[in-house]
């Protein structure tokens, strides 16, 4: 553990204090509450490693997971005594920590306790966590910019000893877990370590404070979040939409970027999820999670599919079978009624089929069944939910290296295939639901 010392300007990631956390589909949830609140608000979470859920915590400390999400007992570490400020995953998510303003830090799943401040009186309450790339240690950041590491983190410096216009709220880690990023309320960014300095919003005029930081993958930019929802990007981080200007009861408390950094998702204090870019919404404490529409999943038998976390998304989104199974051994149905349209796509293979959807939310758009053949129906046949219509192909269909299906749907009004990454979540969100 070591104690702040001054350091140099900078950007980082991670959350401000606030109370709500991210969570996913399934609303499974696990109840480790820390002191009882009067009033149970939300905080940022954390997103799984494959960016198919995300959790989110109470302050109360209660976890909540969404999508493929799963909340974990305790393990060890402290039994918090005040509310949840900080919460972040294991890099394999399968784990976190919650930490509270004293400097507690409880930790769940496959986790380790490497050591808190409780006990110890702070200069300044704990607002924010950061995990190393390993995920065997941690740092915590109090709001004077003061850093508390433990495990293998490093100490790289701090702004404990500055001066500063504004408190610290986040921080971030770097990829190699060698610098971290501090943000302060009005932008302002501090970079320690190997972590550079893109830019920051600490000379511009905000309508709303700053709140928290996140990193992009390669660590050569990053994120920042304001409490109305507005995103502003430094280095190599994309803009892919914000809240800022939209009328809001609820302020954003944090954002989460997906693990591609293709997308990410805003968390209000009431529990609400908004994602922009391939950032899917897999419920949240606010609206739950239907896929905006329901699908019988494509595998006749579910038990010969691959579990969700083999599936991968391109056009359309790949699921093996499990055992390799192919022909009638993997029979695959009509995920709704309609009618066969086509069959044969290029790079799919010359059975294809296409099936136009006649009715519900996903009415009049297409989707299409890769890689298979035997088509069990013909070309202008309409087919019922869950009716049998073609299988997985048998050794190499179309651009393929083995048996598997790839199932994907149309744009609005668009072709057959739809572009790359266009509508994948969207087709997931369905079969994930399907599938459970």
């Given at each position: 553990?070591?104690?702040?010392?001054?350091?140099?300007?900078?950007?980082?990631?991670?959350?401000?204090?606030?109370?709500?956390?991210?969570?996913?589909?399934?609303?499974?949830?696990?109840?480790?509450?820390?002191?009882?609140?009067?009033?149970?608000?939300?905080?940022?979470?954390?997103?799984?490693?494959?960016?198919?859920?995300?959790?989110?915590?109470?302050?109360?400390?209660?976890?909540?997971?969404?999508?493929?999400?799963?909340?974990?007992?305790?393990?060890?570490?402290?039994?918090?005594?005040?509310?949840?400020?900080?919460?972040?995953?294991?890099?394999?998510?399968?784990?976190?920590?919650?930490?509270?303003?004293?400097?507690?830090?409880?930790?769940?799943?496959?986790?380790?306790?490497?050591?808190?401040?409780?006990?110890?009186?702070?200069?300044?309450?704990?607002?924010?966590?950061?995990?190393?790339?390993?995920?065997?240690?941690?740092?915590?950041?109090?709001?004077?910019?003061?850093?508390?590491?433990?495990?293998?983190?490093?100490?790289?410096?701090?702004?404990?000893?500055?001066?500063?216009?504004?408190?610290?709220?986040?921080?971030?880690?770097?990829?190699?877990?060698?610098?971290?990023?501090?943000?302060?309320?009005?932008?302002?960014?501090?970079?320690?370590?190997?972590?550079?300095?893109?830019?920051?919003?600490?000379?511009?005029?905000?309508?709303?404070?700053?709140?928290?930081?996140?990193?992009?993958?390669?660590?050569?930019?990053?994120?920042?979040?304001?409490?109305?929802?507005?995103?502003?990007?430094?280095?190599?981080?994309?803009?892919?939409?914000?809240?800022?200007?939209?009328?809001?009861?609820?302020?954003?408390?944090?954002?989460?970027?997906?693990?591609?950094?293709?997308?990410?998702?805003?968390?209000?204090?009431?529990?609400?999820?908004?994602?922009?870019?391939?950032?899917?919404?897999?419920?949240?404490?606010?609206?739950?999670?239907?896929?905006?529409?329901?699908?019988?999943?494509?595998?006749?038998?579910?038990?010969?599919?691959?579990?969700?976390?083999?599936?991968?998304?391109?056009?359309?989104?790949?699921?093996?079978?499990?055992?390799?199974?192919?022909?009638?051994?993997?029979?695959?149905?009509?995920?709704?009624?309609?009618?066969?349209?086509?069959?044969?796509?290029?790079?799919?293979?010359?059975?294809?089929?296409?099936?136009?959807?006649?009715?519900?939310?996903?009415?009049?758009?297409?989707?299409?069944?890769?890689?298979?053949?035997?088509?069990?129906?013909?070309?202008?046949?309409?087919?019922?939910?869950?009716?049998?219509?073609?299988?997985?192909?048998?050794?190499?269909?179309?651009?393929?290296?083995?048996?598997?299906?790839?199932?994907?749907?149309?744009?609005?009004?668009?072709?057959?295939?739809?572009?790359v990454h266009a509508t994948?979540?969207?087709m997931y969100n369905l079969?994930?639901?399907?599938?459970?």
């Amino acid at each position: 553990m070591r104690r702040s010392l001054p350091g140099r300007r900078a950007a980082a990631v991670l959350l401000a204090g606030a109370s709500v956390v991210a969570a996913g589909a399934g609303g499974l949830l696990t109840s480790t509450p820390a002191a009882t609140a009067a009033t149970v608000s939300y905080a940022q979470g954390a997103a799984t490693s494959t960016g198919h859920g995300y959790w989110t915590v109470a302050s109360d400390g209660t976890v909540i997971g969404f999508g493929d999400a799963h909340p974990f007992a305790r393990t060890g570490g402290d039994t918090l005594n005040g509310t949840v400020l900080a919460f972040t995953a294991r890099p394999d998510g399968t784990g976190y920590w919650e930490a509270s303003a004293d400097g507690s830090v409880a930790a769940f799943g496959s986790a380790g306790a490497y050591g808190s401040m409780r006990g110890v009186a702070l200069w300044q309450p704990l607002v924010g966590m950061a995990v190393t790339h390993s995920g065997k240690g941690y740092w915590l950041v109090a709001s004077d910019g003061g850093i508390f590491s433990f495990g293998d983190a490093r100490f790289y410096g701090s702004t404990g000893g500055m001066k500063l216009n504004k408190p610290i709220v986040g921080m971030a880690a770097t990829p190699t877990g060698h610098g971290y990023w501090l943000v302060a309320s009005d932008g302002g960014i501090f970079s320690f370590g190997d972590a550079s300095f893109f830019g920051s919003t600490g000379s511009m005029t905000l309508v709303r404070p700053i709140l928290g930081i996140a990193a992009t993958p390669t660590g050569q930019g990053y994120w920042l979040v304001a409490s109305d929802g507005g995103i502003f990007t430094f280095g190599d981080a994309v803009f892919r939409g914000s809240l800022g200007g939209a009328p809001r009861v609820h302020p954003i408390v944090g954002m989460i970027p997906t693990p591609t950094a293709l997308g990410y998702w805003l968390f209000s204090d009431d529990g609400d999820v908004v994602g922009f870019g391939n950032a899917g919404f897999y419920g949240s404490m606010t609206r739950p999670y239907n896929g905006g529409a329901s699908i019988v999943f494509p595998y006749q038998d579910k038990t010969v599919s691959s579990p969700p976390s083999w599936w991968s998304q391109d056009a359309g989104v790949d699921i093996t079978p499990l055992h390799g199974q192919c022909g009638n051994a993997a029979v695959l149905v009509a995920v709704a009624s309609g009618t066969i349209v086509g069959e044969g796509i290029n790079g799919f293979g010359p059975s294809t089929p296409v099936l136009q959807v006649d009715s519900g939310p996903l009415a009049g758009r297409f989707i299409y069944y890769g890689h298979t053949s035997g088509d069990l129906v013909a070309v202008g046949a309409h087919v019922t939910a869950g009716q049998p219509i073609t299988h997985i192909g048998c050794g190499i269909v179309g651009n393929s290296s083995g048996p598997h299906l790839e199932i994907g749907i149309s744009q609005t009004g668009g072709w057959w295939v739809p572009p790359v990454h266009a509508t994948s979540q969207e087709m997931y969100n369905l079969l994930l639901s399907a599938y459970s």
